[in-house]
């Protein structure tokens, strides 16, 4: 998603305040709707679970607060953060980074600045998650080729073939029995460990009578 | 009527007399004083007269600050009527914010701003930009050629507008920006790209004198009103008076007032304009928003008896008057108000006559990011 996308989709944003109710709140809460956010206050955090939030304000003090943290462990999603803090304090300072806010709005709340805040949560929330997702994107491609690799010298080691003939025989079994190669290659790799396992643990247990036969 | 024994209420007054936006910032101060004159000889509120302390800030948007402060460091001060450009207004707005004073800005402007210290008269563009906008698209054709004074409104506008046009299906076939003290041969390079590019219409932001030279050398470049329009959001009545009604003709402004309205509201208002200041030509939208907010203080004043800022704005939120261009009222939600919103097009005469109009006022929308072609469509609209 590009920075037009984060503007445009503003009032489509479901945004919730957890913050006690206040003269902030009250402010923060009248500009969302000026904004035309979809925006509403609760407090305290609800015990159920609501509507996927987009967006959450929450506010930020010395103390941890344990409702807020509860209430961010069951959203399906993480929501976007946005810290409310009135001090600058390394207490807060601190809260504010193990909650792992993509922004803060200092307080008191004024209009001016909420907007600009919201855009750049938004923004990176947005690319933390894009990043998030490319990380795990690339951590399967990793696995997935060691996996590929790992099969491949199974079967050229069993059937003394090259790399080449081994990557077909693997994509051609993926394709007959309709799985990916991964999954084929996997299937190898296990096989193989069971096969081997199989024939070297009566070897071990066969030990000491080997042994006393050879002597 | 009292003999004016107590003190008066002092108002602070920031139009420009002199500089680029002169025209247009001394309709509006004409507006507001026309107003003050009213409240005045009606005998003042509470028996005390308003009294405008007038100063000239020359165009110089550091020269607002500068002067605002001047003002509301009297303690007799507290509410600013004044600013015509954007930037001019960015000025003065912390320094009413730290004094907790009001300031009523009698101009359309590009939206995306609310402040507690501020009432906004002009339009926003969901007021003023949309209905443009559809009634260009289904008239003139798609092909949008932008040209705007360098600074922030006209940046915004088209931003605002070129979103509409592609959202019609239409195309912005250029974006120029001139220097806001452009002189008739610095639209020269821009007058030849529209002779090429041949648009359908052009969409001017540009403000102040440089808006007569642009209208004017479009004119002289053998431009014609009738066949490709300017249309603009801030051309008014006394810069069509000041270029003359053949550079004048055909083009098209979109506004919430226009001064040949009909109505008993606006044939009072320009009966009285006319005798104090000799003439109607200077009479402006800007003009009449910055009287019709002297009025709603006024009004406002009346309840609060105290000039301070949180009792006012607490009374003109969602207070109403029976302005020149019909009922506005201002919106509780943002401070800006409820509009008519109106589209003329300049005839051989000069005047301008209306083509069409929202059958209602426009609640306003500051923070209209997207705009969307059918936003408008909830408002009828009556065609002349």
């Known amino acids: 998603m590009d920075n037009e996308d984060i503007i445009q989709r503003l009032r489509g944003l479901n945004v919730l305040v957890l913050h006690p109710r206040d003269g902030d709140a009250e402010e923060l809460l009248q500009q969302l709707m000026r904004i035309g956010c979809r925006a509403q206050a609760i407090w305290p955090p609800p015990r159920m679970s609501t509507e996927q939030v987009d967006l959450a304000f929450v506010e930020v003090r010395e103390k941890p607060s344990e409702v807020t943290a509860d209430f961010l462990k069951r959203q399906q999603e993480r929501p976007t953060l946005i810290g409310l803090a009135g001090y600058e304090s390394p207490s807060v300072l601190h809260n504010l980074i193990d909650l792992g806010v993509d922004g803060v709005l200092p307080k008191p709340v004024r209009p001016y600045g909420v907007l600009s805040s919201i855009v750049n949560a938004r923004r990176i929330w947005q690319e933390g998650r894009k990043k998030e997702k490319l990380i795990t994107k690339l951590k399967s491609k990793v696995e997935n080729s060691q996996k590929l690799n790992e099969a491949k010298l199974v079967l050229m080691r069993i059937h003394g073939i090259e790399e080449e003939q081994a990557y077909r025989a693997i994509r051609h079994q993926a394709m007959e029995c309709r799985k990916t190669v991964t999954e084929i290659a996997q299937s190898i790799i296990e096989s193989n460990a069971l096969l081997h396992n199989l024939v070297v643990r009566p070897k071990a247990g066969d030990e000491s009578v080997d042994e006393s036969g050879r002597d | ?384």
């Open chain 2, 1 to 384: 009527m009292k003999g004016y024994t107590d003190k008066p209420w002092s108002v602070g007054i920031l139009f420009s007399q002199t500089g680029v936006t002169a025209i247009i910032e001394q309709s509006q101060l004409n507006g507001a004083l026309l107003a003050i004159d009213e409240i005045n000889e009606a005998g003042g509120i509470e028996g005390r007269p308003i009294d405008p302390v007038i100063l000239d800030p020359q165009s110089e948007p550091a020269r607002y600050r500068e002067l605002a402060e001047q003002l509301l460091a009297d303690p007799d001060i507290n509410v600013i009527f004044g600013c015509y450009m954007s930037s001019s207004r960015k000025e003065v707005l912390p320094v009413v914010e730290r004094h907790n004073g009001l300031l009523f800005y009698p101009t359309l402007y590009e939206g995306f701003e609310y402040s507690p210290n501020v009432i906004y008269g002009g339009a926003a563009p969901n007021q003023n930009s949309l209905p443009l906008a559809m009634y260009l698209m289904e008239n003139y054709g798609s092909r949008f050629y932008f040209v705007g004074s360098d600074y922030i409104y006209p940046r915004e506008s088209n931003r605002v507008m070129r979103n509409i046009v592609r959202q019609g299906g239409g195309e912005v076939v250029a974006e120029e920006y001139v220097d806001l003290n452009a002189g008739p041969e610095d639209f020269q390079a821009i007058l030849e790209d529209i002779a090429r590019v041949e648009p359908d219409v052009i969409f001017s932001t540009v403000v102040g004198t440089g808006t007569v030279n642009f209208y004017r050398a479009y004119h002289a470049s053998g431009g014609d009103g009738r066949k490709r329009p300017i249309a603009s959001l801030t051309t008014n009545e006394a810069e069509v008076a000041a270029m003359g009604p053949e550079a004048a003709l055909g083009h098209i402004t979109a506004a919430p007032y226009f001064r040949n309205l009909p109505g008993e509201a606006n044939s009072v208002f320009l009966e009285r304009y006319r005798a104090k200041f000799g003439e109607v030509r200077t009479v402006t939208s800007c003009c009449e928003a910055a009287y019709f907010q002297v009025h709603l203080f006024a009004n406002a004043l009346r309840l609060t008896g105290t000039t301070s800022a949180d009792p006012l704005r607490r009374v003109l939120r969602g207070a109403e008057y029976e302005a020149p261009q019909g009922r506005i009222k201002i919106d509780p939600d943002n401070n800006h108000t409820y509009l008519q919103s109106r589209i003329a097009r300049v005839t051989v005469d000069g005047e301008y006559r209306l083509e069409r109009e929202a059958t209602r006022p426009i609640k306003p929308d500051p923070y209209l990011a997207v705009p969307a072609l059918n936003d408008w469509a909830n408002a009828p609209i009556r065609k002349e």
